[in-house]
């Protein structure tokens, strides 16, 4: 698929890497949601967002979602309290279409990763205690249409998949919206969580061109040189060896350091909203310059061979 320059490749968007899947193709995914300045909005790219009860096929304020007044929802809140930052979000999860996410087992996936003690130190050398409270809830669509849901309390929607959709990923649109495969294991759950939460990806896509190469055609993840292997947000292929490095990940430092400074500095009425409208343009600790440029000139696009996407 082509694409408007790199700004969005960060963007809101960003979608989990499966490591199994081959042959990614150039269909647009959902996950790329992207604005077109051309037809003045964001162009639509799930053919099956009819399936999505909550939201219009267009995203953009000419096409209010059909429920919410709000298009651009609000994630998660963080609020800090003595020396305890706490960030909180709800996860909707909408199981009344054919595919149904298991509420208790994406809950403690979730708490895998993202319910433990997390500790962060200010620029002041003041230490915190940063913890999240993230509740899986299901969300009927009797639900959407009797109360839409207060973005005050988090919104933050999941449409469960089954693995023919998009080639198996998993993904996130704009921070907002996720299609979840079910069935994942706990990390891919919680990576996902990570871009609620307004993580960014620290992977990415690569591609092979090369007829005579076995991996002619296909497409893989990889993560970006300063991305350590036990990274959550980014993939476990190293950069330069293409290997499985490590598929044992965690929520790591500087994703905590990354999240509890964006709520600290943004604090608003005694909360700091983590959403579209709040988030830096890459979303919270994306990859370095420093990254991009060592990945472009490693990988340059429509060279034979590893190119970037
Ligand atoms: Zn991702």
């Known amino acids: 698929m082509?694409?408007?320059?790199?700004g969005y490749r960060y963007g809101f968007g960003g979608h989990e890497n499966d490591n199994e899947v081959k042959g990614n193709g150039n269909h647009i995914s959902f996950g790329d949601y992207g604005y077109d300045p051309r037809i003045g909005r964001r162009w639509n790219i799930d053919p099956?967002?009819?399936?999505?009860?909550?939201?219009?096929?267009?995203?953009?304020?000419?096409?209010?979602?059909?429920?919410?007044?709000?298009?651009?929802?609000?994630?998660?809140?963080?609020?800090?309290?003595?020396?305890?930052?706490?960030?909180?979000?709800?996860?909707?999860?909408?199981?009344?279409?054919?595919?149904?996410?298991?509420?208790?087992?994406?809950?403690?996936a979730i708490n895998s990763y993202w319910g433990k003690d997390f500790k962060y130190k200010d620029e002041q050398g003041k230490s915190y205690n940063v913890k999240f409270d993230i509740t899986v809830k299901e969300i009927t669509f009797g639900d959407l249409l009797l109360k839409p849901l207060s973005f005050?309390?988090?919104?933050?929607?999941?449409?469960?998949?089954?693995?023919t959709f998009n080639n198996n990923r998993s993904n996130v649109a704009n921070n907002m919206v996720g299609n979840w495969i079910v069935g994942k294991d706990d990390r891919t759950y919680s990576h996902e969580m990570g871009h609620l939460l307004g993580l960014a990806d620290l992977y990415i896509d690569l591609e092979c061109y090369n007829p005579f190469s076995e991996n002619h055609g296909e497409t893989r993840s990889v993560s970006y040189p300063s991305a350590t292997s036990d990274?959550?947000?980014?993939?476990?292929?190293?950069?330069?060896?293409?290997?499985?490095?490590?598929?044992?990940?965690?929520?790591?430092?500087?994703?905590?350091?990354?999240?509890?400074?964006?709520?600290?500095?943004?604090?608003?009425?005694?909360?700091?909203?983590?959403?579209?409208?709040t988030l830096p343009e890459k979303g919270l600790d994306p990859p370095t310059e420093e990254d991009e440029k060592t990945m472009k000139e490693t990988y340059p696009k429509g060279a034979t061979g590893w190119s970037i996407k």
Request: charged fraction near 20%; hydrophobic fraction near 30%.
């Open 152 to 163: 005050e309390e988090g919104a933050n929607y999941v449409y469960p998949k089954d693995g």
């Open 2 to 6: 082509s694409r408007n320059g790199d």
């Open 48 to 108: 099956l967002s009819m399936e999505y009860p909550w939201q219009s096929p267009f995203l953009s304020s000419d096409n209010n979602p059909i429920f919410f007044n709000d298009p651009n929802g609000k994630n998660a809140v963080g609020t800090i309290s003595g020396n305890t930052i706490t960030v909180s979000a709800t996860v909707y999860v909408y199981n009344g279409g054919k595919n149904k996410l298991d509420i208790a087992k994406t809950q403690k």
């Open 231 to 277: 990274e959550l947000m980014s993939s476990s292929y190293a950069w330069t060896t293409f290997s499985f490095k490590n598929k044992d990940k965690k929520v790591t430092q500087r994703s905590i350091n990354a999240i509890a400074e964006f709520v600290i500095k943004n604090q608003n009425n005694g909360k700091t909203v983590i959403n579209l409208n």
